[in-house]
Structure formats: structure tokens, C-alpha cells
């Protein structure tokens, strides 16, 4: 079955900076477009990058561009968030998902065209 472990989130200082990573399994990884969503509590699920199968495009949500970078290794079917600058507010649960049918040549910021989720690695920031 398909399987999405995500791992490296945990407790930083503010300005500081963390590396996620989203290992994947049972999925044609190099022609799905991935994605790092995240939640807080009380709050739904927000966008925060995405990746193009090919690598080719990113997309990014406003509060982050600049600051954090999302890349791929379609050789060992894994996502990364890098995150710099952090901030008390990008406290939150992260999140990768995988698009298994992506059209068009940017990748989606809509949860649901994503079709699998990890579950999910916490990051606190702070300040």
C-alpha cells in the first residue's frame, strides 16, 4: 500500500532553521507532483509548497516564499521542506501529500487534488 513518513520536525528557537523529510512508498513517485501542507489546532489545513514531478516548478504560499524550500530525489522517492528564518507562527503540524495525476504545469495548492497523506510531523517554533 502507499505510505508517506514524514520525519525531522521538533522544537526550534525562532530565526532558526529545520529540515522535513517525507519518505515515500507503494506509489509511481517520479509522475506525482508533491505537496507540504500544514494545521494547527482549530485552524483547517493550509497550503505551504509544492513540486513538480519533473522538479521543473514550485509553488509556494505567500508567508513562506523566501524562506523555505521544498526539493525532491525521485531516485529515493523523497520530498524535502527546507525551512530557514523560522517563525512562532509556522508552528504547526507538516504534512506531505501526493498528487498521483497531476495536470498542467504547476503543481496543485488544493488539498483535494492530493490523493495520499503522511501522518504528519510536528514543528514548534519558539520565540
Known amino acids: 500500500q502507499v505510505q508517506l513518513v514524514e520525519s525531522g520536525g521538533g522544537l526550534v528557537q525562532a530565526g532558526g532553521s529545520l529540515r522535513l523529510s517525507c519518505a515515500t512508498s507503494g506509489l509511481t513517485f517520479s509522475l506525482s507532483d508533491m505537496g507540504w501542507f500544514r494545521q494547527t489546532p482549530g485552524k483547517e489545513r493550509e497550503f505551504v509548497a509544492a513540486i513538480t514531478w519533473s522538479s521543473e516548478r514550485t509553488l509556494y504560499e505567500d508567508s513562506v516564499k523566501g524562506r523555505f524550500t521544498i526539493s525532491r530525489d525521485n531516485a529515493k522517492n523523497t520530498v524535502a521542506l527546507e525551512m530557514n528564518s523560522l517563525k512562532p507562527e509556522d508552528t504547526a503540524v507538516y504534512y506531505c501529500?501526493?498528487?498521483?495525476?497531476?495536470?498542467?504545469?504547476?503543481?496543485?495548492?488544493?488539498?483535494?487534488?492530493?490523493?495520499?497523506w503522511g501522518q504528519g510531523t510536528q514543528v514548534t517554533v519558539s520565540s
Open positions: 501529500a501526493a498528487d498521483r495525476s497531476p495536470v498542467g504545469y504547476i503543481p496543485n495548492k488544493r488539498e483535494y487534488e492530493y490523493d495520499w
